[in-house]
């Protein structure tokens, strides 16, 4: 078989460190795929990724063809079949969220251009790092020779945090929960929607508001907990969401790469043609899509009531305003 070449970005970083693993040994593209990982990250942290190399090399594994470790953007994204874009910069104490964005959109400007240039046309790419939704339009606006459905960023940590809450309440398998949706930005205004989600209990196949029961939880509570989930992890913690959020890329990238099964779809930030759910033309925003053949179709036709059309439009509106504010930056730097 090929060899696929694999990039992953912030490679020394705490999701990099649950995410290899599964990669290398063949969770997400496959268990007969061999595999180049490619591993980028800034210079002060070459050390560090030092060690991670030694440690995917002690790992031993038969579809690690080849670990390629740096710090220069063109080795990373030459020739790649993948790329994760999981580093960014991070939120410091006292630091302005307009800050926050600016220095973003530098980094995703300089990866989109460098994807741009040495990816393989064809390569997809998924934006973890945050704000993840803006940081993806970032880089697809400055690839203009990759086709904008190559693009997309992380909502699946929500989606089975969403999913996973749900199973608990029941008291089943998170496997007996179906098609929750996320809609919107990857951040507390994300909208996250059981109206046309399924699970499968005593009853058989029924609706999540039936076996619920409890509306006022699931446009309630529910919403709060699913939106505010990254920040009880971090409470917690003191430490960001690591493993879920590994385990999410891995669910992503392997649907993305494998598609998805009959009657099952996945939320993904993808852009927006304007056609579909009112959300404005031109955001990445996150919707429920089928995927065949590595192409994503967005799911057509589910009505939406009063409630969702509300929360909906306020995720559309907040990243209209990231977008627009990311776009002047964008625009200071040609
Ligand atoms: N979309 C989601 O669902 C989701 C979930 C969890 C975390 N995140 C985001 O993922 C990102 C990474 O999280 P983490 O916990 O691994 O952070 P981390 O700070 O542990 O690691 C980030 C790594 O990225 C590196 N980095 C910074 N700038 C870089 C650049 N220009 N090129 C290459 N590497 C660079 C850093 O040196 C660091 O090693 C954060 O932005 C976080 O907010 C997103």
Redesign the pocket.
Known sequence: MVVIKVLV?????????SLLYSIANGDVFGKDQPISLVL???K??MS?LEGVFMELQDCSLPLLHEIIPT?N?EVAFKDIDAALL?????RRDGMERKDLLKANVK?FE??GAALNMYAKKTVKVL????P?NTNCLIAMKSAPTIPPQNFS??????QNRATSQIAVRLGLSCSAVKNVTIWGN?SSTQYPDTTHANVCNNDGNVTVYKAVKDDEWLKGGFVQMVQQR?AAVIKARK????MS?AK?ICDHVRDWWHGTSEGHWVSMGVISDGNNYGVPEGLIYSFPVTIKDQKWTVVKGLSIDTFSRERMDESAKELVEERDMALEFLSKSA
């Open positions: 970005t912030g490679a020394a970083g705490q999701i990099a460190y980028l990250d800034i002060p942290m560090v710090d953007v999981v580093g960014a910069m991070p980094i300089n990866q934006v973890v790092g945050n993840a960023c992380l909502t699946r940590l929500d990857h990254g430490l960001s969401s690591a959020a999410a």
